[in-house]
């Protein structure tokens, strides 16, 4: 009864909005939430096939130095961990870390990627959210917090206010989200390609084994930087620098 009573104190034009949100905006909204949900997954997927591929690749191209060369009886010997060392070239250390360089690069990209999903998928949760409970009756109908949900929704998807800052999305990326794994892992791969590479006689090529080793996460701060500074998702204004309350309750 007082929901009713709520719903009849709002003017003409307030509850065309009411009509127009819960009859249009609402389904616009759902299928915006689903597409971003799967822009997150795919940016996820694909960094775990990368990951997956570099280390296949780090192992099979390290086990035929496992084997000694056939000796004079015709037999084979296959080598410890020191042993391989032995065998390993500056070539062979070089051509792993430029795998495991490009495979940095393209978890960062993909990771911006996924940061672009999960802001957008916080800003339609919440919206949708919002949205549910104005339609359902069980939000406030007064004409204070429908003029409230229209001000969100000009905001946060009008607008394109940020939902999230980039440093909690980025927080949700390395914690929750597997990113903070697959750079580690990219990470003690490198950490041992240095050490071996530090083992070998100097090398030629050392320029550019370090430049291999500093591009992934140079190109890590490069896509930070255009997130935050230079594309439209995270153009901070008044509040929305603090974060969307309604996407800070849902994250």
């Known amino acids: 009864m007082g ?8 003017s003409e034009i307030e509850n065309e909005n009411l009509k127009w949100i819960s009859e249009h905006y609402l389904r616009g909204v759902y299928t915006l939430l689903n597409s971003n949900r799967v822009y997150l997954n795919q940016g996820i997927t694909w960094s775990i096939g ?14 035929p130095l496992q ?31 430029a ?6 690069a393209f978890v960062s990209n993909f990771m911006s990627r996924s940061i672009k999903g999960y802001v957008n998928l916080m800003r339609y949760a919440g919206l949708y959210s919002a949205c549910i409970r104005m339609a359902s009756g069980t939000g406030d109908r007064t004409p204070a917090g429908l003029k409230q949900l229209v001000a969100d929704i000009n905001k946060y998807d009008v607008n394109f206010a940020p939902s999230l800052t980039l440093r909690r999305a980025l927080a949700k990326m390395l914690t929750e989200l597997g ?8 990470g003690v791969l490198q950490f041992a390609a240095t050490l071996v590479w530090l083992r070998l006689p100097p090398s030629p ?28 998702y995270f153009r901070y204004r008044g509040d929305g620098a603090r974060g969307w309350p309604e996407a800070e309750r849902l994250k």
């Open 205 to 232: 090529f050392a320029p550019l084994f370090w430049v291999a080793l500093a591009m992934g996460p140079v190109w890590f701060v490069v896509e930070l930087i255009f997130l935050r500074w230079l594309s439209s």
């Open 3 to 10: 929901t009713q009573e709520k719903a009849l104190s709002l």
């Open 99 to 104: 795998v495991l360089a490009v495979s940095f």
């Open 179 to 186: 990113y903070g794994l697959f750079f580690a892992i990219i």
């Open 67 to 97: 084997v000694h060369p056939t000796d004079a009886g015709g037999t084979s010997q296959r080598l410890g961990i020191a042993g391989i060392l032995q065998n390993v070239s500056d070539a062979d250390v070089l051509l792993l870390m």
């Open 50 to 63: 990368i990951i997956t591929a570099a280390v296949l690749f780090s192992v099979t191209y390290l086990s």
